[in-house]
Structure formats: structure tokens, C-alpha cells
């Protein structure tokens, strides 16, 4: 423990800055630009631990190590690959606890969470935010918290419980009006969880249930106005323009359940613009189902065709580069 650091304070604190920078870039285009660069970063850090390290500066640097590992998982779940995401996912969750940092764990939970329900395994996806729930239940904020309970009403709704559902979303929302209030300082991390994406996520809680419930109308029409402020909100952030993307999609997908084909084309086409910029292949593979939907229910629709082909032009499905 008195072994002098070959860290100095402001070099790790530089090591921190950095993946901050990398998270807000990876928010605003998308995870296939920077996902290497954190991949190199990630074994810099790695490599540091190899080296004895006094006490607080090994927690920090584990730390550290955890947020880029999820960030690696993060950006290669956004990517399109995901086995590689997962094994970042789990090496985050080892650094999170040699750090000795449970809300991050809880946070890196999430994060798998919502990769198991992209999967179409809701049922994992529930027991991953359950055991972040435990875990951190004692230590994590009130943002921290809402998020968790926002992520089990998605995984509720995806597994066809409208009761449980409907819970978490009111949980999810009462939690959140206490963020903040505490006065304690919220990482970096959990930042991102927004009223934008609070909206968001509960909206498309609503989304999925109306989908597992056959289409269900009574289901959209509670998305409706959830999504509409999400994506009032997220259109005046220019830093999260992934979930920006990401929300117009999904209100598009809402009126489509509503049978409101032309209303559905002005905000996929919106989502047109945005994908072109970010690097997200999760953003391009839900434009592109949402567009085949609407062109197999509404195929005779001027609008829909006109929107079809424009996606063709513009979004033409390739690998991606990685």
C-alpha cells in the first residue's frame, strides 16, 4: 500500500475523462466509429493492471476498465455482433466487482438485459435486471433505479404480462422524479437515462406489449403520447441522436399499429436522415423491418412505396465494416 503509483492523479483522471468522451461520442454516432478505439484503450488499461498498483489506484483503474469493457459490449451489441458483446458484458461485470462498485454492476446488467430482449429472450432479460435489482438495491441512485425498473417493464411486456408490466412503468416513473434530490454525484454512466429516454423506454414497454398482445390497439394508443414526448424531447438533444433515431422508429411502428400508414412514412423517413449519419446497424435493422412492415401491410399506399425505395437508395443493406 505505500508503494508509490506510476499513476499520477491527473493521468487517471485523464483515463476517466476519456471513456466519458468516448460514451458521449458513441451516443451521437452510433457504435461502429470509435468501437476499436475503445477496444485499444480497454487493453491499455488491462495492461496497467498486470503492474502492482497500490490499493485506490487499482480500484479506479478496475474500475475504469469495467465502464470501457460494457462500453466495447455496448458498441459491439450496437454493431451487430453479438457473441463478442457478450464477452465484453462479462468481463466488465468481473472488473465492476474486483472495483468493488455494485450500481456499476447494476448498470452492466442492464446493458445485457436489454441485448437478451433484442435476442428475443425476455425471460433472461427479466433475470438479469432482477439480480442488478438486488444487488444494488441499497447503494444505487434514483436514477439508477428508475432505469432498472424501466428495463423489467420492457422484459415483462416482451414476455405477454401487461399487470407487471404496468408496474414497473408506474415504478419506473415515480422513482425517477426523485433523481437528483439526494444531491449526490450521479457517474457518468447513467447520465444517458434522461426524461427523454424514461418516455422512451416506458413507450415502447407499451409498443411491445401491443405487439405480443396480436396487434393490440388499446396498447398502442398508450404508447402514443409516451412516444410522441419522447421524441419531442430527444429532438431537442443533439448528443443522444442514436436514440433520437431509435424513438422516431418506434413511434413510426406505433402507427403503424394504428393503421396510419402516411403518418408512419414522415417519421421513418426522419429516421432516414439520422441513420445515415451514426454507425448503428441496431438503428438501420429496425428502419429497415419497420419500413418491410409497413410495405407488407400498406404496400398500395403512394407514401409507403415512395419511402421503400428511398430506403433502398439510401440505406442499401451491407456488412458492416467493424
Request: hydrophobic share 40%; aromatic share 6%; glycine share 6%.
Given at each position: ?11 487517471l ?22 468501437r ?12 496497467l ?7 485506490p ?8 476498465a469495467?465502464?470501457?469493457a ?13 457473441p ?17 462498485d455494485k ?18 429472450r ?25 432505469m432498472?425498473?424501466?428495463m423489467?417493464?420492457?422484459?415483462y411486456a ?17 422513482t425517477f422524479?426523485?433523481?437528483?434530490l439526494?444531491?449526490e ?8 437515462f ?10 415502447h ?7 405480443v ?5 388499446t396498447?398502442a ?5 409516451v412516444?410522441?414526448k ?7 438533444d ?7 433515431a431509435?424513438?422516431l ?17 414522415v417519421?421513418a423517413t426522419?429516421?432516414?436522415?439520422i441513420a ?12 429497415r423491418k419497420?419500413v418491410?412492415?409497413a410495405a407488407r401491410?400498406?404496400?398500395d399506399?403512394?407514401d ?6 428511398l ?12
Amino acid at each position: 500500500a505505500h508503494r508509490p503509483s506510476r499513476l499520477s492523479r491527473p493521468e487517471l483522471d485523464l483515463l476517466e475523462s476519456t471513456t466519458a468522451m468516448f460514451r458521449q461520442w458513441d451516443a451521437q454516432c452510433g457504435g461502429g466509429l470509435r468501437r476499436k478505439a475503445v477496444v485499444g484503450q480497454l487493453h491499455e488499461v488491462t495492461d496497467l493492471l498486470q503492474e502492482p498498483q497500490p490499493g485506490p489506484t487499482a480500484q479506479r483503474l478496475f474500475r475504469c476498465a469495467a465502464e470501457l469493457a460494457e462500453l466495447a459490449g455496448w458498441m459491439s451489441y450496437d454493431v451487430g455482433l453479438q457473441p463478442t458483446a457478450q464477452k465484453y458484458f462479462v468481463l466488465a461485470l468481473h472488473a465492476a466487482k474486483e472495483a468493488g462498485d455494485k450500481p456499476l454492476g447494476s448498470y452492466i446488467l442492464s446493458s445485457m438485459s436489454r441485448q437478451m430482449i433484442h435476442l428475443g429472450r425476455p425471460d433472461d432479460a427479466l433475470e438479469l435486471i432482477h439480480l442488478a435489482q438486488y444487488g444494488s438495491r441499497d447503494c444505487a441512485t434514483s436514477r439508477t433505479q428508475a432505469m432498472l425498473y424501466a428495463m423489467e417493464a420492457r422484459a415483462y411486456a416482451n414476455m405477454g404480462q401487461p399487470s407487471k408490466c404496468k408496474r414497473a412503468v408506474r415504478m419506473a416513473e415515480d422513482t425517477f422524479l426523485d433523481a437528483g434530490l439526494d444531491g449526490e454525484p450521479e457517474p457518468d454512466w447513467i447520465r444517458f437515462f434522461s426524461e427523454a429516454e424514461l418516455n422512451g423506454e416506458n413507450a415502447h414497454s407499451y409498443r411491445d406489449l401491443a405487439y405480443v398482445a396480436g396487434r393490440s390497439p388499446t396498447y398502442a394508443s398508450l404508447a402514443q403520447p409516451v412516444m410522441d414526448k419522447a421524441v419531442e424531447l430527444f429532438g431537442e438533444d443533439d448528443e443522444h441522436q442514436r436514440s433520437y433515431a431509435l424513438n422516431l422508429i418506434g413511434m413510426a411502428t406505433v402507427h403503424l399499429l394504428q393503421r396510419e400508414p402516411e403518418e408512419s412514412t414522415v417519421l421513418a423517413t426522419r429516421a432516414l436522415k439520422i441513420a445515415k449519419k451514426v454507425r448503428s446497424e441496431r438503428v438501420n435493422t429496425r428502419l429497415r423491418k419497420t419500413v418491410d412492415t409497413a410495405a407488407r401491410d400498406f404496400g398500395d399506399v403512394a407514401d409507403v412505396a415512395r419511402l421503400t425505395d428511398l430506403l433502398h437508395e439510401q440505406l442499401p443493406e451491407t456488412a458492416e465494416a467493424v
